[in-house]
């Protein structure tokens, strides 16, 4: 497992690529647009499942919705995409540690959004044009549901729902990034998911598509300026959420290590040096002709293993 600093010092990397990608604004659209696609993969796959559950009157819709949900985060993962929410903490990470300037950083989230909401537009065409959602269905009218559910929340419930989400949603990306085995990433992925469908949290890209599939089928609720007023108050929640109190905090922390760890042969070995060299001094006053005296390297101090473990770590590419 990376440490934090080494965690933070992948992501800051990561932040820096993604601000040159954004010097290639063709890559750039394409890649967020595919991020906001395969988000729309999980809110189509969620209304599937939970509208048949829904309708029997079953409990566990949330729970079943929260369970397939988790593979729309695998796919941005694995596959390789650039999604906003994740992009808040790590361009947060970067800005902090120095990589990128926060203008730049500002610019490159604000694009990102933009591709994304292309990207789930497009994507909610092509499924509106399926009719696998068409209003009647057992998933048409699960969507109507939760479009009408979200249009009564207030603003501010909804900024707070996006702070929640994207808390577990970075979480999931941050220990992703310091875990080896991409078994263990995924199990993250859909766990820290599961969380936030099952309790109701709100996420930006997802809404996204939400909201598009709700104006191309008519539904209540699904209007322009709901569709703004959800975006923009579950967007600034998801930057506190993921950009603050994952980004920052865990950036601030790994600044705090790197400059108060002691370096491995600096301050425990010269303090280890001066009491052995004293050591010596004394034995060579008080020993007798047929006692050997201590030679140098008897003197050099063991390095603990644990600094040669964090040294030693080798680094990992941060999604």
Same mark, same amino acid.
């Given at each position: 497992?990376?440490?934090?600093?080494?965690?933070?010092?992948?992501?800051?990397?990561?932040?820096?690529?993604?601000v040159d990608l954004l010097r290639n604004p063709a890559l750039f659209l394409v890649r967020t647009?595919?991020?906001?696609?395969?988000?729309?993969?999980?809110?189509?796959?969620?209304?599937?499942?939970?509208?048949?559950?829904?309708?029997?009157?079953?409990?566990?819709?949330?729970?079943?919705?929260?369970?397939?949900?988790?593979?729309?985060?695998?796919?941005?993962?694995?596959?390789?995409?650039?999604? $906003?929410?994740?992009?808040?903490? @790590?361009?947060?990470? =970067?800005?902090?540690? !120095? /990589?990128?300037?926060?203008? &730049?950083?500002? #610019?490159t989230l604000l694009a990102c959004m933009a591709g994304n909401l292309l990207g789930a537009v497009?994507?909610?065409?092509?499924?509106?044009?399926?009719?696998?959602?068409?209003?009647?269905?057992?998933?048409?009218?699960?969507?109507?549901?939760?479009?009408?559910?979200?249009?009564?929340?207030?603003?501010?419930?909804?900024?707070?729902?996006?702070?929640?989400?994207?808390?577990?949603?970075?979480?999931?990306?941050?220990?992703?990034?310091?875990?080896?085995?991409?078994?263990?990433?995924?199990?993250?992925?859909?766990?820290?998911?599961?969380?936030?469908?099952?309790?109701?949290?709100?996420?930006?890209?997802?809404?996204?598509?939400?909201?598009?599939?709700?104006?191309?089928?008519?539904?209540?609720?699904?209007?322009?300026?709901?569709?703004?007023?959800?975006?923009? $108050?579950?967007?600034?929640?998801? @930057?506190?959420?993921? =950009?603050?109190?994952? !980004? /920052?905090?865990?950036?601030? &922390?790994?600044? #705090?290590?790197?400059?108060?760890?002691?370096?491995?042969?600096?301050?425990?070995?010269?303090?280890?040096?001066?009491?052995?060299?004293?050591?010596?001094?004394?034995?060579?006053a008080s020993r007798t002709p047929d006692v050997p005296a201590l030679a140098p390297a008897d003197?050099?101090?063991?390095?603990?293993?644990?600094?040669?473990?964090?040294?030693?770590?080798?680094?990992?590419?941060?999604?």
């Open positions: 497992m990376l440490s934090i600093p080494e965690a933070v010092d992948t992501h800051a990397d990561a932040a820096a690529h993604k647009m595919l991020a906001g696609a395969f988000i729309g993969i999980g809110v189509l796959v969620m209304v599937e499942v939970g509208g048949p559950l829904a309708a029997a009157g079953s409990p566990f819709t949330p729970l079943a919705q929260g369970l397939v949900f988790g593979i729309a985060l695998t796919i941005v993962v694995v596959a390789g995409a650039e999604l $906003a929410t994740s992009a808040m903490m @790590i361009l947060t990470q =970067g800005a902090i540690r !120095g /990589a990128i300037g926060w203008a &730049r950083a500002a #610019v497009v994507f909610a065409a092509l499924v509106h044009a399926s009719g696998v959602v068409a209003p009647g269905t057992p998933a048409g009218t699960q969507l109507a549901a939760m479009i009408e559910h979200k249009a009564h929340a207030t603003t501010g419930q909804l900024f707070v729902r996006g702070i929640l989400c994207n808390l577990l949603v970075c979480l999931a990306i941050w220990c992703g990034a310091r875990l080896r085995s991409e078994s263990a990433r995924i199990i993250l992925v859909f766990s820290c998911v599961l969380v936030f469908i099952a309790s109701g949290f709100e996420h930006s890209i997802a809404n996204m598509t939400t909201f598009s599939l709700g104006l191309m089928d008519g539904l209540p609720g699904a209007t322009i300026g709901e569709f703004a007023r959800n975006v923009a $108050a579950v967007g600034l929640g998801n @930057i506190v959420g993921g =950009g603050l109190l994952v !980004g /920052a905090a865990y950036a601030y &922390r790994g600044r #705090v290590t790197n400059d108060d760890a002691p370096a491995p042969g600096t301050q425990a070995d010269d303090a280890q040096i001066a009491a052995l060299q004293a050591a010596a001094r004394r034995a060579t003197l050099a101090p063991q390095t603990p293993s644990s600094w040669a473990t964090t040294s030693a770590a080798p680094a990992t590419t941060a999604h």
